[in-house]
């Protein structure tokens, strides 16, 4: 069985296009991750659909869908022989098109230092080392310790900043380029910032923020890799920017939670209040963001470069900053990598149907360890069993 007809087997496919929901693109991200070879495939089908229901309003029935379905398998199939078929021929094109490319990339560099200088050195910044323990804030290449566990950083204070409420650290705000600061924050350590301008950043385990000692510029951009809560402070001459590796958040004083980890299929902004606009990282001159309300998240897809909005429960997006996870009818892996990222710790299951149980419920993940995963097992019906210090299996 080909994997077009899998997913015409699988009624939850017709339901991703036809009733989406936060549950749905929950299993299917799932479902792409642990199906790494048929992703472009299934993302390919799925586009498909979308683009004939752009043009066709009219509702199908599941005869007519599964019509449409094969239609668009032939269409696919005929495709992918031809693919083959020029294969060899793009191959020696690809050899000529490299040399063109090395010509290119030295005007390149320069044209987007020029157009955006906080952008390239940002960009720099973000491939600090991945292999870093400890939680660490890093001041014009500096390394500073901060305390495990929780770690607090105050920028409001002229030159100064402040970690945890008492120790002061000399920064060079006053000069007319900014330190580019980079904080990060290890799996088993949080984190809350006070920018200059008083806003308010959350930074979730497994995480880091690059942002500027002061801002400066006609905006207020930072940085981030993993998840973070903005409570970001109004001024609409200069607009707040979050940039994450696929998409650009643009504020001007509101409240809202990102989830941009690099190992996972999409980029999730909940917000809570006031209103945000989210754009793809290197969008077209004419290509338009998309808006949401209070009560809504902007799910982007890395594979697609699609955005959805979808209506949810964004308290449940947002009790991470007090230690606190609810889930409904939510997947254990999803659960499991978020409690990886607070404990610091890696989950092995023995068997990997184990992962796609849903279940429900409410983890205080500030008690001590052992008791979450002792309520964890009684709520799953399986066993916990630790391995060692960081390591255990579920079976």
């Known amino acids: 069985m080909s994997i077009y ?5 699988n009624s939850l496919f017709f339901k991703w296009i036809y009733h989406p929901s936060e549950e749905i693109e929950s299993y299917w991200e799932n479902y792409l991750k642990t199906n790494p070879n048929d992703a472009e495939r299934i993302i390919e089908f799925k586009s498909r659909f979308v683009q004939y229901l752009g043009y066709n309003n009219k509702k199908l029935t ?11 398998i032939r269409q696919l199939e005929k495709a992918e022989k031809k693919r083959k078929y020029f294969f060899n021929v793009r191959k020696t094109m690809q050899y000529a098109a490299i040399a063109i490319v090395f010509f290119m990339i030295g005007g390149s560099i320069g044209y987007m230092y020029f157009k955006s200088r906080h952008s390239v050195e940002l960009a720099n910044y973000s491939t600090l080392p991945e292999q870093i323990q400890d939680p660490l804030l890093f001041v014009d290449k500096q390394a500073i310790p901060l305390n495990q566990g929780k770690s607090e950083l105050d920028y409001t204070n002229n030159d100064k900043i402040i970690i945890d409420k008492e120790r002061n650290i000399i920064s060079e705000s006053n000069t007319k380029v900014p330190q580019i600061n980079t904080l990060v924050i290890p799996y088993g350590n949080r984190s809350i910032i006070t920018l200059s301008d008083s806003s308010t950043v959350w930074l ?4 880091r923020l690059i942002y500027p000692s002061k801002f400066v510029d006609k905006t207020r951009e930072v940085y981030l890799v993993g998840e973070a809560l903005f409570d970001v402070k109004k001024n609409d001459n200069q607009p707040f920017i979050v940039k994450t590796s696929d998409v650009k958040i643009a504020v001007k004083g509101t409240r809202f939670n990102v989830s941009a980890y690099s190992e996972d299929y999409s980029v999730q902004t909940a917000l ?6 989210v754009y793809r990282i290197n969008a077209g001159l004419f290509e338009k963001g998309v808006n949401i309300t209070p009560g809504q998240m902007a799910y982007f897809n890395k594979k697609s470069k699609d955005t959805k909005v979808i209506n ?9 900053t007090k230690g606190l996870y609810n889930f409904s009818n939510t997947e254990l892996n999803r659960i499991t990598k978020q409690l990886e990222r607070y404990y610091n710790i890696k989950f ?5 149907f184990y992962g796609t149980i849903q279940i429900t419920g409410k983890l205080d993940v500030s ?5 979450v995963l002792e309520y964890l097992s009684k709520l799953t019906g399986l066993e916990i069993t630790e391995i060692n210090e960081r390591q255990y299996v579920i079976k």
């Open 367 to 371: 008690q001590n360890m052992s008791e």
């Open 62 to 72: 599941d005869i007519e869908k599964r019509a449409l379905a094969n239609r668009i």
């Open 312 to 320: 949810v429960d964004v308290n449940k997006y947002i009790l991470w």
């Open 272 to 277: 809570i209040e006031g209103s945000v606009e």
């Open 5 to 9: 007809d899998r997913l015409i087997e």
């Open 348 to 352: 092995k299951y023995e068997d990997p």
């Open 204 to 207: 979730n385990a497994g995480s």
